[in-house]
């Protein structure tokens, strides 16, 4: 018997098909920055996307590019913090060709800015300021101030930074809120051309920015095509002298939603205010919100139209009394309703008449420029009827 043997060798497994080592993706922008504000931050932690400080009592920081064109860009800096009425929107703008370049420059412009007093000022250090008397109650701040940012000069205007000029008259537009956060920026570029804004809570301040602007016009160049100087100042109220105030930021803007509803749906002039009461947590916030919507509303229809940052309170019953709008909490969440409903419901000419035409702001100008005054030579006083129970807050 013949027997055959053969050898079967194993197939070999195919090959895999060559894959290079995976490379970490890498971060976006958003998160870069972030990281850079880390690295300047001891004791900050990133938390995703935002950044988190434990050591000044819940601030967090997230940020966003809300215009980036190649090299160019504009970042915007969101803080939040328990005792903010609202966020801490801050911006700034560069050009760099590499994200990571990019990222360092945004990040070392936030830190050198608005970081050096913010982190500070919720540590509790800061001096004393003149305290603030405000509708019957006293309030008590500190200052934690950055260091003044320079472009082209090696000194700011006359050796003083901008704080120590503009100290009390910016403490004088302060209110009850626990923390305000302050910028001064001049900037003169020469033939007489200037660039200047005083801040108050991303507010501008007209009559506080045209002592820069003097200021600015002053700074002689000495054969620099220009020159900027720049501070933050981080002001927080003791704690000793602080009223709880009884509604949010979000409660003013949605009361503030609800008095366009009634305004635009035909809703008698005089029941609105009833109606707002009935959903304010306080009815001095429906007073708030009934008061400046119309007036907001005229100013943002025509940007043309200026009128003073003070204007007069009048209780029923009391003697008068001169305010800021930066002392009053509802003016911003009123003017964010207003520009969120422009910009979602786009709402017709005959709709927005309908507020607009219950505002003094509006009579007085169109009385005044049928009287042949020029829009841009006029600058209003506005004044106000109050209840005897109103509180300003």
């Known amino acids: 018997m013949l027997f055959m043997f053969g050898w079967f060798k194993k197939k070999a497994p195919e090959p895999e098909p060559f894959q290079a080592p995976a490379q970490p993706e890498e971060d976006s922008l958003e998160v870069q920055v972030l990281r850079c ?29 809300p215009e980036l064109r190649g090299p160019q860009f504009r970042m915007e ?15 700034t703008a560069g050009a760099a060709e590499d994200n990571r370049d990019k990222a360092r420059f945004a990040a070392r412009q936030l830190v050198d800015s608005v970081l050096e007093a913010l982190l500070p000022a919720l540590r509790g250090e800061g001096g004393e300021t003149a305290p603030v008397q405000l509708w019957g109650r006293t309030h008590r701040f500190r200052a934690s101030v950055s ?15 901008l704080w120590s000029r503009m100290a009390d008259a910016v ?32 507010w501008v301040v007209p009559e506080l920015t045209e002592t820069l602007t003097r200021l600015a016009r002053s ?41 366009i509803r009634l305004f635009e749906g035909g809703a008698a002039y005089d029941s609105i205010p009833r109606e707002l009461e009935k959903s304010a947590r306080t009815p001095s916030l429906a007073e708030d919100v009934f008061r400046f919507l119309p007036e907001l509303m005229t100013s943002t229809l025509l940007p043309g139209a200026k009128a003073s940052s003070q204007f007069t309170l009048q209780p029923e019953g009391k003697e008068p009394r001169s305010v800021w709008f930066t002392q009053c909490r509802a ?24 507020i607009v035409g219950t505002s003094a702001m509006s009579h007085a100008l169109s009385n005044a420029l049928n009287a042949g005054s020029k829009m841009e030579d006029l600058v209003l006083t506005q004044a106000f009827l109050v209840s005897g129970g109103y509180q300003l807050w």
């Open 37 to 65: 504000v880390a690295e300047q931050a001891p004791g900050s932690i990133l938390e995703g996307e935002r950044l988190a400080f434990p050591n000044c009592g819940g601030l967090t920081l997230t940020v966003s590019f």
């Open 147 to 161: 260091g003044v940012l320079l472009m082209c000069a090696q000194q700011p205007p006359e050796g003083r930074d």
């Open 219 to 259: 700074w002689p160049l000495e054969g620099q095509p220009m020159r900027s100087a720049k501070q933050y100042i981080v002001l927080v109220q003791d704690e000793a002298t602080r009223t709880p105030c009884p509604y949010t930021w979000e409660e003013a803007r949605d009361l503030t939603r609800e008095a």
């Open 171 to 202: 403490v004088a537009c302060l209110g009850s809120k626990p923390v305000y956060w302050v910028k001064l920026y001049l900037c003169h570029l020469g033939d007489g051309a200037t660039s200047c804004e005083a801040r108050i809570n991303g």
């Open 331 to 354: 003016w911003d969440p009123v003017y964010t309703a207003i520009c969120d409903h422009l910009d979602q419901d786009q709402p017709s000419r005959e709709q927005l008449m309908k």
């Open 77 to 91: 800096a969101r803080l939040e913090h328990p005792d903010f009425f609202g966020p801490l929107i801050e911006s």
